[in-house]
């Protein structure tokens, strides 16, 4: 059984970064290469959102309009995991990050959370403005 963790969230003042982690286990490096790792987050009311992904196979990564230029997903292939790096952050990104892998999913699914396979328990992030 795969099992997803995320680390990282906290309070920050708008303007600042903040980094977060994510970390896949309970599988074998080789089907980690299959897998599409993705953020997401849900703000009180609102719907969960895609933030960023990560392919593992083609290294691609998308994100939201929301995000780009802002938050930058990278990887760790020997530790598999992922990381969301996000700079100049506002109260609108204020949410609770979940992180997400999904086996095999195309192009068109990556941003669509249904997608996805196994989810983190997500990490709390509060922006002050």
């Known amino acids: 059984q795969v099992q997803v963790d995320e680390s990282g969230g906290g309070l920050v003042q708008a303007g600042d970064s903040l980094r977060l982690s994510c970390a896949a286990s309970g599988g074998t490096l080789n089907k980690f290469n299959k897998f599409v790792m993705g953020w997401f987050r849900q703000a009180p009311g609102k719907e969960r959102e895609f933030v960023a992904a990560?392919?593992?196979?083609?290294?691609?990564?998308y994100y939201a309009d929301s995000v780009k230029g802002r938050f930058t997903i990278s990887r760790d292939g020997a530790k598999t995991a992922v990381f969301l790096q996000m700079e100049s952050l506002t109260s609108g990104d204020t949410a609770v990050y979940h992180c997400?892998?999904?086996?095999?999913?195309?192009?068109?699914?990556?941003?669509?959370?249904?997608?996805?396979?196994?989810w983190g328990q997500g990490t709390q992030v509060t922006v002050a403005s």
């Open positions: 997400a892998a999904g086996m095999g999913l195309i192009t068109s699914s990556i941003r669509m959370a249904a997608a996805y396979n196994y």
């Open positions: 990560f392919s593992w196979n083609g290294y691609r990564t």
